[in-house]
């Protein structure tokens, strides 16, 4: 335990935030996998931290965003928080503060990679998040979030209109490249009416750019436009 109690030091001096309630900063680790094998654990689950951590997440972006990009309207405000504070975003900003390291997993849940695990870390560091809220107070929660998930990435991700569908970015890139516009064919339905899965696959002067599978049309369009838009990230590094 007193190895335990070095590390939140070590990450207190990290993200500058000391904690007096050492319970409610351990219970930012403690995974539901871990109680199964360990129920006189007298802390619960993480869950109730994280549900927390994503509504002030929420209202944190919302009010940076409202600050700092003014101009803006409001369809770009609920796809640029889409964006940043997707399970990617916050896995990824979990992963430079280490989180992975304090995380309390079942011996199944680290065996299989629990500590890598995108969806375990973006809970740990929204659940991170309500912690200092809880602890401190609604300013210090912004703070750190400002620092350590909007920092250049959020910037970023507003120059380069990363926020918008993908189908929107294909066809902004080839129209202000190309002077065309991509197309999208349907090579295959399939299953019953209720419920059927369409193949679609997006081209560009009869080259093929991205296939996409989905329940509706317009959703394997989205993802055929997204399959394409990270192939020509590859080949043009757009």
């Keep these: 335990m007193s190895k335990m109690k070095n590390q939140y030091k070590e990450l207190g001096k990290k993200i500058g935030i000391s904690f007096k309630n050492q319970a409610l900063l351990k219970n930012v680790f403690v995974h539901r996998s871990y109680l199964n094998e360990n129920r006189n654990l007298k ?23 409202f600050k700092n990009f003014p101009d803006l309207k409001e369809g770009d405000y609920t796809d ?28 199944g ?15 740990c560091f929204e659940a991170l998040i309500a912690a ?3 602890e401190k107070n609604f300013e210090t929660a912004y703070s750190f979030v400002k620092q350590h998930l909007f920092i250049n990435k959020l910037d970023f991700i507003i120059k380069n209109k990363l926020y918008l569908p993908a189908k929107t970015q294909l066809q902004e890139y080839l129209q202000e490249h190309y002077k065309e516009i991509p197309q999208y064919e349907v090579l295959e339905e399939t299953g019953p009416a209720h419920r059927k899965s369409f193949k679609v696959a997006v081209f560009f002067k009869k080259t093929l750019l991205g296939i996409g599978i989905g329940l509706s049309k317009k959703e394997a369009e989205e993802e055929a ?10 080949e043009f590094k757009i």
């Design 225 to 234: 436009a997204k399959n394409a838009v990270e192939k020509l990230k590859k």
């Design 80 to 107: 640029i928080k889409a964006a940043i504070v997707c399970t990617e975003s916050l896995a990824e900003a979990a992963k430079k503060l280490n989180l992975g390291d304090y995380l309390f997993l079942s011996i």
């Design 43 to 65: 802390l619960s689950s993480n869950e109730r931290l994280e549900f927390l951590g994503d509504s002030v997440l929420s209202l944190i972006t919302s009010v940076y965003l």
């Design 109 to 123: 849940e680290e065996k299989n990679g629990g500590r890598e695990n995108k969806n375990i870390l973006a809970d």
């Design 132 to 134: 200092i809220f809880l």
